[in-house]
């Protein structure tokens, strides 16, 4: 028997109403009938028309055809593919109020998810508001019907790449080229074989990872060389997984960046590094602060990747362990301190989720402080380690305001510790994502 469709039929005609609030990425919310409606384009307060996108059984969601009463708030988005692009979805709101969103967003999550509110709030850590992003995942397609290549993001709600020229927010080396890599792609006889490009930068140099589904032959390999020399660009290519990331030009290149001053850190193309250098270079400042370092502290540092809080910390302390997942990741951290000639930093991989800090020999010995800076997913598992190891001083930096609020909770109703502080740092203007850090003291 053929399976009947009972999806409801989308209503055509646009229906107004009065957006009462925001929800955590940004969306207005209204009520029609009683029932929830994410507006996608609206703002508190604001009276607009909208038509239905999606129905769902306990909500709906929508999307502005026009705005009757502009919220105070509103500007007009500076890039001209808002809207379609779905890479950022506060660029019609006021700086201002993306930060008050994003404080507001943490205010609720530590309240719901931890039942706790900070002794204090930090004020916001904010930085450049365009071309700040340095480090970005750029799809690329052969679309037929255009015959046109096309490089950038998705659009909104949808799996197909949209067509941009440009983008705001990506460092202008790259984000103004756009439609230009899409041109150059499409001379390559392996113009449909392109899947993306992994763009990585440091404060003078542009990485472009060509990821390539078969092998290129020596004319595309020649012409993407060239495209590099023309314009100042290091090109690789990955035929397979990230292990086969090879330069084409130049011979050796080696991205760098300072994570402070008197500091150099080394990393691929590949490699996790925070994408807004101003923001990191504010958080890293704060972090410091926030632990309120003496000479003989002996520090823990959580998820340390390449080292970008772990080295700044051994310049400030006696000793400090960076754990670390990733064995990639341990081997370039290794390397950046004895580049940094910091041999008071040694590096370690664990996985964390799994394994016990106390089975390991260098935790024995316990720590005065600990720094983490853990995936989406948090850091629930090691919290209770943390508590056993004797850290009198936690610093949660957090990309999860969920999350952070989660092991929040945890941390000072189950393992006796207070939070003193907490803030949000703007690490991606324009997106309702929110990166915290917080304090936590017995």
């Not at 990733?326 to 370690?348: I, P, T, Y």
Request: glycine content about 8%; overall charge negative; aromatic content about 8%.
């Amino acid at each position: 028997m053929a399976r009947r469709n009972h999806r409801k039929r989308l209503p055509a005609e646009a229906v107004q109403a009065t957006i009462e609030s925001l929800s955590h990425d940004g969306r207005g919310i209204a009520r029609i009938e009683g029932k929830t409606v994410f507006v996608d384009g609206a703002l508190a307060s604001e009276n607009v028309s909208f038509k239905y996108t999606r129905l769902h059984k306990k909500y709906d969601e929508a999307k502005v055809i026009s705005v009757e009463s502009a919220s105070t708030d509103r500007v007009d988005a500076k890039c001209q593919h808002f809207g379609v692009c779905g890479g950022c979805s506060l660029m019609h709101m006021a700086p201002d109020a993306q930060l008050s969103l994003k404080q507001d967003t943490l205010k609720e999550q530590l309240s719901h998810f931890g039942q706790l509110t900070p002794e204090n709030w930090l004020a916001p850590l904010t930085g450049p508001l365009w071309g700040y992003r340095r480090k970005a995942r750029l799809g690329v397609r052969y679309v037929t019907k255009k015959e046109k290549v096309l490089v950038g993001f998705r659009e909104k709600g949808s799996p197909y790449l949209a067509e941009l020229t440009q983008c705001e927010v990506l460092d202008p080396r790259v984000g103004l080229r756009l439609e230009e890599l899409g041109e150059m792609i499409a001379s390559l006889e392996a113009y449909n074989r392109i899947a993306q490009i992994e763009v990585a930068m440091d404060d003078a140099n542009t990485a472009l990872v060509f990821r390539n589904m078969d092998p290129l032959c020596e004319m595309d390999k020649q012409k993407l060389i060239n495209y590099g020399q023309q314009h100042d660009l290091w090109i690789y290519q990955q035929p397979g997984g990230p292990d086969t990331v090879s330069p084409l030009w130049p011979e050796a290149p080696q991205l760098h960046y300072a994570p402070e001053e008197g500091l150099r850190l080394e990393f691929a193309p590949g490699d996790f590094t925070q994408v807004n250098a101003g923001i990191n270079h504010k958080m890293i400042a704060k972090a410091i602060e926030l632990l309120d370092l003496q000479e003989s502290d002996r520090v823990l540092d959580l998820f340390c990747g390449l080292g970008n809080f772990t080295l700044p910390l051994a310049k400030r302390v006696s000793s400090v362990i960076g754990v670390e997942g990733d064995k990639s990741l341990v081997a370039h951290a290794q390397r950046n301190a004895a580049m940094n000639g910091l041999d008071n930093a040694v590096f370690e991989m664990a996985d964390l989720t799994i394994t016990r800090l106390k089975d390991y020999p260098w935790a024995l010995e316990g720590f005065t402080k600990v720094l983490l800076d853990p995936p989406r997913s948090g850091a629930f598992e090691v919290l209770g380690q943390i508590a056993e190891l004797g850290a009198e001083t936690i610093v949660y930096v957090s990309c999860n305001p969920a999350t952070l609020a989660r092991d929040a909770g945890e941390l000072v109703n189950q393992y006796g510790y207070t939070l003193v502080q907490t803030g949000i740092m703007d690490m991606f203007p324009h997106t309702s994502h929110v990166e915290s850090i917080a304090l936590f003291q017995k």
